[in-house]
Each structure stands twice: as structure tokens, then as C-alpha cells.
T-cell receptor, first 117, second 113 residues
Framework: DTGVSQDPRHKITKRGQNVTFRCDPI?????LYWYRQTLGQGPEFLTY????????KSRLLSDRFSAERPKGSFSTLEIQRTEQGDSAMYLC???????????????FGSGTRLTVV | GQQLNQSPQSMFIQEGEDVSMNCTSS?????WLWYKQDPGEGPVLLIA?????ELTSNGRLTAQFGITRKDSFLNISASIPSDVGIYFC?????????????FGRGTQLTVWP
């Protein structure tokens, strides 16, 4: 397993267009997270899934944002009607929640850099 | 949201020197993590801390989970040029099992040869 994979690595789009990003987590990990990172800041939590269930969404995730993980494996993050303020690095991470309630690993992908022009 | 205060914001040191950075919070955390991020890449996990008072090493890196559960520090000994990057602390709130992490704003480390 090569870690968390994100596609594309870079995306340039015009304001008002829709974009979709994909994340493939580490195969045995049951939790998948999306974060957003702007220049000079640490990553900010957007949402996370345990298997296919979306269990938490941040207030940062406006109505224009939607995330899915249909079969509990890969996930997609869609942004509709993009705005210049959406320009950021979108990071995906995955972890394994153990039966004890603890978790193991919290591995990030290389991210998708979105530029809205 | 939760604020993690990470300091210093940046450090300029000479190769071979030791480095120390820390992170504090007004809330109790039950997990502290330290990550390193290179330009254009995602954060890479360096050390994970799960218990108050825990001291963990990873090569030249040592991190501690503060007794109050509101702080953590990371030390790098005998720095080398490849240590250059941005170091982030991250934590999971106490009482939460959700896995959501809160991040500091990072410490930019520059190492001069």
C-alpha cells in the first residue's frame, strides 16, 4: 500500500465552475477525513467518514461543498459554483478506528491544490 | 473553533544546533501529534502522544505530552539541512472519540549549513 492518494494534484478553475476531487485512503483504514489548508495556516477540518457514514461536518463546509464515500472506500469532495475564497490545498487523511475506541495512524495525502481564477 | 498556540512562528538555526518548539491550548486534549510539512506536500506524521506525561522519541526527535494535557513540545537534536520545513502540532479534544484534529499555525524551520 502506497499511502493516501489524492487526485488531481493541481486544479485551476474559473469562478463559478464545479470541481470534484478524489481521495483513496489506505486500504485497511475505516476513517477518512477532509481538511482545507490556506497559506500560512494549519489544516482546518471539513468533514469525516467512518466507513460510508458521514459523521461530522464543520461549519466551514458550506452548502456548496459536498462529500461522499459511497462504498466506504474512496471519497469525493465536490465544490459547486467555486469562489476565489475556495482557493486552498484540500487534504485527505485516513485512520483506523480500533474496536477499543482508540485509533491507529493518521496519514495525510499530498493534497489537491485548487486555484480559482 | 479551538485555538492551538504554536511557537515560535519561525526559527533560523545553524546545522548541528538543537531546536525546541511548543504548542499550548486552553482546552484539554487527549492526543497530541506532531507533523512536518514540505512545500506542496501533505503533512507527515512524526510523533503521536496518547497519555499525559508521555515522552516519546523518533530518532533525533523527542516530544512530550504535558501533564496538564493542555500543552506539548517537540525537540530536534543536532539539526541537519533536511530538517527544513514547517512543523505543526495537532491535537484531539479530550472526551472526544471522533478523530477530528485541531492544528497550530506551524513553526517554519530554516537550517543554515
Amino acid at each position: 500500500d502506497t499511502g493516501v492518494s489524492q487526485d488531481p494534484r493541481h486544479k485551476i478553475t474559473k469562478r463559478g465552475q464545479n470541481v470534484t476531487f478524489r481521495c483513496d485512503p489506505i486500504s485497511e483504514h475505516n476513517r477518512l477525513y477532509w481538511y482545507r489548508q490556506t497559506l500560512g495556516q494549519g489544516p482546518e477540518f471539513l468533514t469525516y467518514f467512518q466507513n460510508e457514514a458521514q459523521l461530522e461536518k464543520s461549519r466551514l463546509l458550506s452548502d456548496r461543498f459536498s462529500a461522499e464515500r459511497p462504498k466506504g472506500s474512496f471519497s469525493t469532495l465536490e465544490i459547486q459554483r467555486t469562489e476565489q475564497g475556495d482557493s486552498a490545498m484540500y487534504l485527505c487523511a485516513s485512520s483506523l478506528r480500533l474496536g477499543t475506541g482508540d485509533w491507529d495512524g493518521y496519514t495525510f495525502g499530498s493534497g489537491t491544490r485548487l486555484t480559482v481564477v | 473553533g479551538q485555538q492551538l498556540n504554536q511557537s515560535p512562528q519561525s526559527m533560523f538555526i545553524q546545522e548541528g544546533e538543537d531546536v525546541s518548539m511548543n504548542c499550548t491550548s486552553s482546552s484539554i486534549f487527549n492526543t497530541w501529534l506532531w507533523y512536518k510539512q514540505d512545500p506542496g506536500e501533505g503533512p507527515v506524521l512524526l510523533i503521536a502522544l496518547y497519555k499525559a506525561g508521555e515522552l516519546t522519541s523518533n530518532g533525533r526527535l523527542t516530544a512530550q505530552f504535558g501533564i496538564t494535557r493542555k500543552d506539548s513540545f517537540l525537540n530536534i537534536s543536532a539539526s541537519i539541512p533536511s530538517d527544513v520545513g514547517i512543523y505543526f502540532c495537532a491535537g484531539q479534544l479530550g472526551g472526544s472519540t471522533l478523530g477530528r484534529l485541531y492544528f497550530g499555525r506551524g513553526t517554519q524551520l530554516t537550517v543554515w549549513p
